[in-house]
């Protein structure tokens, strides 16, 4: 008798066509719906609990609050880097503790077999249209236009003062 042994991969979740299709989990158990930011700015980062460009936080707070008219920054914790993914950690109050108002989402996984949807839509030029690229570390930010594209990635010692980056938040 012959027998066929079948590998199966995991399927990977579906991947939205667009940047308004995500509906995340926030930090505070409610939902972030990218729905909501229609005709404004996107600017994406993978923030740490604890890292070496923590100060980052400041900064991205700053911009968020000079901005928000036209400019939403969402934030993704991401442990790929500093802590092993899947290892509990409390973030309930990472917004209090860096003292910011911008949306942060549950812990996600931003690289590898179990990345995110959203993260490969940001990171395959097959979804974002732009390009693809590599999570180099905490803090990559990845810009989309107030039309849902995405149209800039910097990298993660960019600081959110850089006047390339406030350049194409202002550019129209």
Do not use: C
Request: glycine residues 4%; charged residues 20%; hydrophobic residues 40%.
């Amino acid at each position: 008798m012959l027998k066929f042994l079948f590998l199966f991969t995991p399927v990977k979740q579906d991947v939205p066509k667009s940047i308004y299709d995500f509906k995340v989990t926030a930090l505070n158990g409610s939902t972030i719906d990218f729905s909501a930011y229609k005709g404004k700015k996107i600017l994406i980062v993978n923030t740490p609990l604890n890292a070496y460009y923590s100060h980052q936080y400041a900064e991205l707070e700053t911009l968020y609050e000079k901005h928000k008219d036209n400019l939403v920054v969402v934030a993704f914790l991401a442990q790929d880097f500093a802590i092993p993914p899947g290892s509990h950690q409390d973030t309930s109050s990472v917004g209090k503790h860096y003292d910011v108002t911008f949306p942060i989402a549950a812990k996600t996984i931003i690289r590898g077999d179990q990345m995110a949807p959203i993260y490969e839509w940001l990171t395959n030029v097959e979804y974002n249209h732009l390009k693809s690229t590599e999570i180099k570390w905490d803090f990559q930010k990845y810009l989309i236009n107030e039309q849902g594209q995405m149209v800039a990635e910097f990298d993660p010692k960019i600081r959110p003062t850089d006047p390339n980056l406030i350049a194409a938040i202002e550019q129209k």
